[in-house]
């Protein structure tokens, strides 16, 4: 199943997020349901298929960071809203000239603690790990810790323990702690799939949010050589 998915984005360097996850899927990394919807009507039937409240994104082999032309839209809540959406992410298509594959519609995820799990391919080192505070906060505290994979399980705990922020993961005032056995073995997975699939030169997921129980991967961004 993977050689067909990584192969599907060799040329244009990259894999599109419905790709990118399903390829976390693969490696049993946790990923929602999502929908890749061609048509309004299509984007509404998702809706009720998945439930409402929903995230729609666009879906450009043009396009690799959404959220630079606004084409992430969150909060759904009903039919209306989908064909508004729908309508926005062809409106941005249209204004700004590129090709489109479709909306990726998708439940929105609950909120939780945002973190981020990253990998790319050293020259030197091979392939490397990350993790950190997620989503803004990556760019703002940049309190991240690597690993050369491939990393052990002991490793993907000390990856979560070194952070500055690792009492937002065990739970401070009253909150629940994250499951951090499921995000080790996230790390480790994607640690397994850094190593075997060596057209992967950078991997991003940001955010994956943890909760009391399990985690889940809300965008995925996959970089090809």
């Not at 040329?11 to 976390?24: I, N, S, T, V, Y």
């Not at 929908?35 to 409402?52: D, F, N, Q």
């Not at 949010?209 to 991967?217: K, P």
């Amino acid at each position: 199943m993977t050689p067909g998915l990584i192969q599907a984005g060799i040329e244009r360097g990259w894999l599109l997020e419905p790709e990118a996850k399903e390829l976390c899927r693969a490696y049993g990394l946790p990923v929602g349901e999502w929908r890749l919807a061609k048509t309004v009507e299509e984007a509404k039937a998702a809706a009720e298929e998945l439930g409402y409240p929903l995230v729609m994104k666009i879906v450009s082999p043009d396009v690799i960071h959404k959220s630079d032309v606004g084409g992430v839209i969150l909060g759904i809540k009903d039919a209306d809203g989908v064909s508004e959406a729908f309508g926005r992410i062809t409106g941005i298509r249209d204004s700004i000239g590129f090709r489109l594959e479709g909306a990726l519609v998708e439940k929105m995820a609950p909120p939780g603690i945002e973190t981020i799990i990253g990998a790319k391919r050293d020259p030197q080192f091979g392939p490397v790990l990350l993790f950190g505070l997620g989503g803004v906060f990556v760019e703002v505290f940049k309190d991240v810790s690597f690993r050369v994979a491939p990393i052990t399980l002991d490793d993907a705990t000390d990856m979560m323990t070194e952070l500055k922020a690792y009492p937002l993961l065990k739970g401070i005032r009253g909150k629940k702690p994250s499951d951090m056995d499921a995000l080790g073995d996230a790390l480790m997975k994607v640690s397994g799939m850094m190593m075997k699939e060596d057209a992967i030169m950078e991997l991003d997921l940001n955010p994956t949010i943890a909760y009391e129980r399990g985690c889940r991967i809300v965008d995925a961004r996959v970089i090809l050589k």
